[in-house]
């Protein structure tokens, strides 16, 4: 199939990746969508499965109106419900009701041979043609310059989305990490007091692993990236303030893709 190679026995989806895009990418001659909190899915004709090429155990009236060509997309449960998703996609015997508010949204058709933009209107077809409400095609916009493509990312972000994702219109689809496929999203950052530390493993073992830190409004949690090597042989003292960066919440309210960034102050 298009967009499979096997690796150890079981079939690899072979895909297209983004590259970060610069602050200042310039959106004439993309199509610009939202980037979706969601899993990763492939179709690949017959059977849907995530990028590991492990199998997606989903109902059988959800893949039955999927159409028999390769698809790539991701699936949803809408902004903010990650981890619900994942818990739904992940079980072995699938719970109608909850498969009931997920949702196939569509972004690409592995190995066809058309440019990008030919693509999208393809999967716009092939959604009307299935016609269930579970299988969508992501919504694909042009912007005029800079400043419009970041007021739309300023949209998103306030609206509970966490990026968006720039395809070159002319581009053909290849397999692998493309500067033909850019994601753009905001980078927060906050403060937070250290409360104390993790042990390390592996190479960080017999020094600091994770920083156990607690944001003003009371939110715990931990800080394990981002660190140097010599902030883990002499981290910041119990008390510290520190400064990391984040991209958005998780469900419960916690930062998610925690990073250390700096020491602000010590007690």
């Not at 079981?10 to 970060?20: F, N, Q």
């Not at 949209?155 to 053909?172: D, I, K, N, Y």
Request: hydrophobic share 40%; no cysteine.
């Amino acid at each position: 199939m298009h967009g499979l190679v096997v690796a150890g026995g079981a079939p690899r989806a072979s895909l297209m990746e983004a590259r970060d895009a610069p602050d200042d990418v310039d959106p004439r001659g993309w199509l610009v969508s939202e980037k979706l909190d969601g899993v990763r899915a492939v179709w690949d004709g017959q059977a849907l499965r995530f990028r590991s090429g492990a199998p997606i155990v989903a109902p059988g009236w959800f893949t039955a109106a999927l159409p028999a060509t390769p698809l790539d997309g991701e699936l949803w449960a809408g902004r903010g419900r990650f981890e619900t998703l994942v818990s739904t996609v992940r079980r072995q015997t699938p719970d109608d009701a909850a498969w009931d508010d997920v949702r196939y949204q569509l972004f690409d058709r592995p190995g066809a041979p058309d440019p990008f933009a030919a693509r999208a209107a393809q999967l716009r077809d092939l959604v009307s043609q299935a016609g269930v409400s579970h299988l969508q095609a992501v919504a694909q916009m042009t912007l005029e310059s800079p400043a419009a493509l970041q007021r739309q990312l300023g949209r998103v972000v306030a609206q509970g989305g966490e990026g968006l994702m720039l395809h070159r219109a002319t581009a053909h689809w290849r397999p692998g990490r493309s500067g033909d496929l850019l994601k753009l999203k905001p980078l927060a950052d906050a403060e937070a007091v250290v409360l104390g530390y993790e042990p390390g493993r592996g190479r960080h073992a017999g020094r600091l692993g994770a920083l156990a830190v607690q944001a003003p409004d009371g939110r715990r949690f931990r800080l394990g990236t981002g660190l140097s090597d010599a902030e883990r042989d002499a981290p910041p003292p119990v008390g510290a303030v520190v400064t990391y960066t984040y991209r958005g919440l998780t469900e419960a309210g916690l930062p998610r893709f925690a990073s250390f960034l700096r020491v602000r102050r010590v007690p």
